[in-house]
């Protein structure tokens, strides 16, 4: 690269930086005081983007921009008061659910009002031209956009270290118990932290949109990007962000300037999973403190005699479906035995083991693409490519898992997130081996398994075997293990359990198993593409858990039947379908708080 080259792209990282930054930093200040991981963060954002395209014929885009984040500050106050404001006291995997709820209704209700074309905005007046740096033309946007990052973080150090209000915010970081103990009003307190980090999204979304289009889909690729900067720069850490900005920023630039422009959609990813191995709090962050009152997990119920014939008595009922449903019935049926297998195979890892997975679908994925490869690529029969399939999914969450369980909480769960963006784009962008975005067609099941009735008995039968054996392991001593080792670690340290081996093992067996689900999901549908190994089908399968219950058995496969009938039906009648599940979701986080299985169980 010449001189002129490598300065170019320099500054590109620099006016990336700053939009990173400005995305995640209200993440990161919400988290540090609420410790919810807002999920609905990215929705802010793009709630911003299309704001500012709409007010801009009659604002103005200087004006349209304070006005976006205004308006999203008052959405994100009104989202902590009505929603979040109930759940502080709740378990994070219930607040994580909420948000994810919010984040549905929020796309949906966006739809409605812009429609879902993408959105093309004005140019910044006085800022649509280029300068020239070094005999090139570089746009003059770009070089407002590095002078506003510093700025913006500038004024929040400001607002943290010089005033009242930021040093009690610091102290509802450190500890929010005592802070309450000492008179502060926290409510208050939180709602304006949450209106703040929202204002900062909604002014990053606006700023955004001289850059790119407002589009639909942009709210979970920011949500992606926001956790990537905020965990590299650690929890909380306002300043740890905008470092891990930079270090994006020209990582991704100097990628694209080298040629290498395909790893840039997993290179965030690559540095994040590096900087948590070396340093497990991030750039500058610290272990998140454990707060006072924190109580050890109530203990799993095991299922007893009465509860097996239960199970025998609804697998014999489930045996006898094909003689009065239909094809379309038995097709549905049998994507609710796949998707139970994967919410137990997740369920397996989070309720009893503690460990938090944000990219389970990668092991699902391995599975499904290493039956399909196995038979359309090496020509292996069917049956053989169904039996083998899961042992991708094996490799690979022996390999992560070695890595993961070093670290815990949100930590951990952001180091399976990246394990598993980097598995979804080498599926996306291997043409010769995945088929890229198009991914593998053909995958069929042998000709005696052809009809729909007969897959459907494959598909249950070994849902029910693979979940009753999964829930035999957590009746013997490694299920015991499992969770002295979620629930004291020292304790079971002390008394000869070799913690990290235990959830090793644990993590592979929760991989293997849900790499079963996806190698019978691939012959189901005769296809497999790279969503499979997405974001939102990890996150699809969390809701099943916690829909269902974390701390019941039953729980994970009843709330996969649900969210699984619920995303068909209303997908089918009703055009604002996901608006629809996220209402229903968010009402049962409200009503039941354990779950449907867990309030059945009480």
């Avoid at 610091?170 to 005592?178: I, L, N, Q, S």
């Avoid at 109530?298 to 006898?320: D, H, N, Q």
């Avoid at 189901?524 to 974390?550: F, N, Q, T, W, Y």
């Amino acid at each position: 690269m010449s001189a002129s080259a490598i300065v170019l792209q320099f500054l590109n990282g620099l006016a990336s930086a700053s939009s990173l930054f400005l995305l995640a930093a209200g993440l990161s200040l919400i988290f540090g005081v609420s410790r919810i991981v807002n999920f609905a963060h990215g929705s802010l954002y793009m709630l911003g983007m299309y704001l500012a395209v709409w007010l801009s014929p009659k604002l103005g885009f200087w004006g349209s921009v304070p006005m976006a984040a205004l308006v999203v500050a008052a959405c994100g106050a009104a989202v902590e008061m009505l929603v979040l404001r109930r759940l502080y006291k709740a378990p994070e995997l219930l607040q994580l659910l909420a948000t994810f709820a919010l984040l549905l209704v929020i796309s949906d209700l966006t739809l409605w009002a812009w429609g879902p074309e993408d959105t093309l905005g004005p140019r910044a007046p006085g800022f649509a031209d280029a300068v020239s740096i070094m005999g090139s033309r570089f746009p003059r946007y770009e070089l407002l956009l590095i002078a506003l990052g510093p700025l913006v973080f500038g004024l929040l150090h400001l607002a943290l270290t010089r005033t009242r209000w930021g040093t009690l915010v610091r102290a509802a970081t450190e500890d929010r118990e005592m802070t309450s103990a000492l008179g502060v009003n926290q409510r208050g307190l939180f709602t304006g932290v949450f209106a703040l980090g929202s204002a900062i999204a909604g002014l990053g979304g606006a700023l955004a949109v001289p850059r790119e289009p407002a589009s639909l889909g942009i709210d979970l690729a920011a949500i992606a990007d926001a956790f990537v900067v905020v965990v590299v720069g650690g929890l909380g850490s306002i300043p740890g962000a905008f470092l891990a900005a930079l270090l994006i920023g020209e990582v991704k630039a100097f990628c694209i300037g080298l040629g290498y422009s395909k790893m840039t959609l997993a290179i965030e990813f690559i540095v994040m999973a590096l900087v948590l191995v070396v340093r497990p709090w991030g750039l500058l962050g610290a272990p998140i403190p454990v707060q006072r009152g924190s109580a050890v997990e109530p203990s799993l119920p095991l299922l007893k005699r009465r509860g097996w014939t239960v199970f025998g008595v609804v697998l014999g009922c489930l045996s006898l479906a094909p003689l009065v449903a239909g094809d379309y019935s038995l097709i549905l049926l049998t994507d609710v035995f796949v998707f139970a297998l994967l919410a137990v195979s997740l369920h397996f890892i989070l309720g009893p083991g503690g460990l938090v997975s944000f990219g389970h679908a990668a092991y699902f994925g391995l599975g499904a693409y290493g039956a399909a490869l196995l038979f359309l690529r090496w020509h292996a029969p069917m049956e053989a490519a169904l039996v083998l399939g899961p042992f991708f999914a094996l490799g690979g969450a022996l390999i992560c898992g070695w890595f993961c369980v070093r670290l815990s909480g949100v930590y951990l769960a952001m180091l399976t997130l990246a394990f598993a963006q980097i598995a979804w784009s080498i599926a996306l962008q291997w043409d010769a081996v995945t088929g890229g975005s198009n991914g593998l067609i053909g995958a069929w099941p042998a000709p005696w398994l052809a009809s729909k009735t007969a897959y459907y008995y494959v598909a249950l039968v070994v849902g029910a075997a693979a979940t009753a054996f999964l829930w035999r392991v957590l009746h013997a001593p490694f299920g015991y293990a499992l969770r002295a080792s979620r629930d004291s670690p020292l304790r079971a340290d002390a008394i000869g359990i070799d913690v990290r081996r235990t959830q090793w093992i644990a993590f592979t067996v929760s991989g293997t198993f849900a790499g079963i689900a996806g190698a019978l999901y691939a012959f189901s549908k005769g296809s497999i593409s790279p969503e499979v190994l997405s974001v939102p089908r990890s996150v699809d399968a969390l809701v099943m858990v916690l829909l269902g219950g974390v701390q019941t058995l039953t729980g994970p496969p009843l709330g996969a039947g649900l969210f699984t009938w619920l995303e068909d039906s209303l997908s089918r009648d009703f055009n604002y379908w996901r608006a629809a599940i996220g209402a229903v979701v968010l009402l049962i986080v409200l009503v039941f708080p354990r779950g449907i299985a867990g309030a059945i169980g009480r």
